[in-house]
């Protein structure tokens, strides 16, 4: 084969990098763990990520692939004027690999970033195993490494041998909550004849079928939501452990009262059947559903469909039975049950700076739920920062913190300053990013202020010079 000069210089610079620097290690190949990897490739700086799959199984996962989306297969709003999409827009500005993909994957979903989830891990794993700065390691790591540099992604499922050395090291146990996933249905076995394809309030591409049931029918289904069988938590300790408020079982969430599950996932409102007439007109008014069942398109073929907002720790048995009393879903037929597993996550506060680093080892960072993020794209944020971090400190080079008015920057001055007694996982969120100079009353100019002022800063943040690429 003959080698190009770009080729050779660089092969050159590779195996220079190489041998004049100890790899970083990242250990855990979920969001966090493969985007600090690719960024402590992309510095120049060595790589070994671990990832105990498929040697060592977790309660949550299917596949061996790096990346793989557990709970749900969409990373929220697109919209800049939105948390969840501030925060894609801010990591393509950075060269996110995860957000990469994620648009390259993507499969209708509204108004969200939702992709093809298999496809996606799959094009991540590929895409790390092949460089050659990353060394992808399968096995379980049973201790953080003393003598290099260390990033901590192994998330809500770390191993108990290495959950337990974390305890000893930071000398604080951790905090937990609950988290559980959705039900996903074979579109075919889905009546279509029922269930109307729509977004709400018909705000961009009708990507979700929905499942509509009249007040009679939604009361014969929070009744046997209520009555239903949760399987047993086994290792969990229920008594010590609390429900995250975003993840909530729906079985939970029924219990709370007979209308709520009709203000969370349930809500009819905006949703509408075309096929029954205008969605204005005053003689529809009482074809409007009482509630409705919203499934999200999980494949580009829309061959899967996730239950929307269906969390649930009901004995699979028991979902199967409940969940065919929707109407449209009386065949259903799921190619994965509901799940529930414990998260762990540590007391950032008191341990972490906005560096990502630990306070009292500066050679050891963490990202990803592990410090109390919460969702997919705070988690690839994480390993952002952790994994520039990494390099930077393997290059002798001071560690980044992105400025507070960006929502990365906000999120992660956030879980380094909170109130560590009373610490709880934190989604992205405008509520975290410092005020306005000027009050706006409606909410989305206002958020249209804090897009247009995260990204003016960012842009000016990178142009002087604090980051490359």
């Avoid at 720790?313 to 009386?330: A, D, H, S, T, Y």
Wanted: proline fraction near 6%; charge should be negative.
């Amino acid at each position: 084969m003959v080698h190009s000069r770009k080729d050779f210089i660089r092969d050159f610079m590779t195996d220079l990098t190489r041998n004049s620097l100890q790899p970083i290690h990242v250990i855990g190949g979920g969001l966090a763990g493969t985007e600090a990897a690719w960024q402590i490739a992309r510095a120049g700086v060595p790589v070994i990520l671990h990832e105990m799959r498929p040697q060592k199984l977790s309660p949550a996962h299917h596949s061996e692939h790096l990346a793989e989306l557990v709970c749900s297969n969409s990373f929220g709003a697109m919209s800049s004027d939105r948390a969840s999409g501030l925060l894609h827009e801010e990591l393509r500005q950075l060269g996110s690999i995860i957000i990469g993909k994620a648009d390259d994957h993507q499969v209708p979903a509204g108004g969200a970033l939702a992709v093809d989830r298999a496809v996606f891990s799959r094009d991540l794993t590929e895409t790390l195993a092949s460089h050659p700065l990353v060394e992808l390691r399968r096995g379980e790591v049973r201790s953080i490494p003393q003598d290099a540099i260390t990033v901590l992604t192994t998330g809500p499922l770390t191993s108990e041998a290495l959950a337990t050395e974390l305890q000893e090291f930071t000398g604080m146990a951790y905090m937990s909550f609950f988290d559980a996933a959705s039900p996903i249905v074979v579109g075919e076995s889905i009546n279509q004849e029922i269930a109307f394809l729509a977004s709400r309030y018909d705000r961009g591409e009708a990507a979700y079928l929905n499942c509509p049931l009249n007040q009679e029918q939604y009361l014969q289904f929070w009744n046997a939501i209520c009555e239903a069988e949760q399987a047993e938590l086994k290792d969990f300790e229920r008594e010590t452990a609390k429900f995250f408020e975003a993840c909530l079982p729906i079985e939970e969430m029924a219990k709370r009262g007979e209308d709520t599950m009709r203000y969370g996932p349930m809500k009819p409102v905006g949703l509408f059947d075309a096929r029954l007439g205008d969605f204005k007109a005053p003689e529809n008014r009482s074809k409007r559903p009482y509630a409705v069942v919203q499934l999200r398109q999980e494949d580009k073929t829309g061959q899967l469909w996730n239950m929307v907002g269906f969390q649930t720790n009901l004995r699979w048995g028991e979902q199967k039975r409940v969940f065919r009393m929707i109407p449209g879903l009386e065949e259903a037929e799921f190619v994965r049950m509901g799940v529930m597993h414990r998260n762990t996550f540590i007391n950032s506060p008191e341990l972490l700076d906005a560096t990502l680093q630990f306070r009292d080892r500066p050679t050891l960072l963490a990202a990803g739920q592990l410090v109390g993020t919460e969702g997919y794209t705070a988690a690839s944020a994480g390993g952002w920062l952790a994994g520039t971090n990494a390099a930077r400190v393997a290059l002798g080079q001071s560690p980044i913190t992105l400025p507070d008015t960006t929502m990365m920057g906000a999120l992660f001055a956030f879980i380094s300053s909170a109130e560590p007694k009373h610490f709880q996982p934190m989604p992205p969120n405008f509520g975290i990013l410092p005020t306005l100079p000027e009050r706006i009353r409606n909410k989305r100019d206002r958020y249209g202020k804090y897009r247009d002022r995260s990204l003016a800063n960012l842009s000016s943040w990178r142009g002087e010079g604090a980051i490359a690429g």
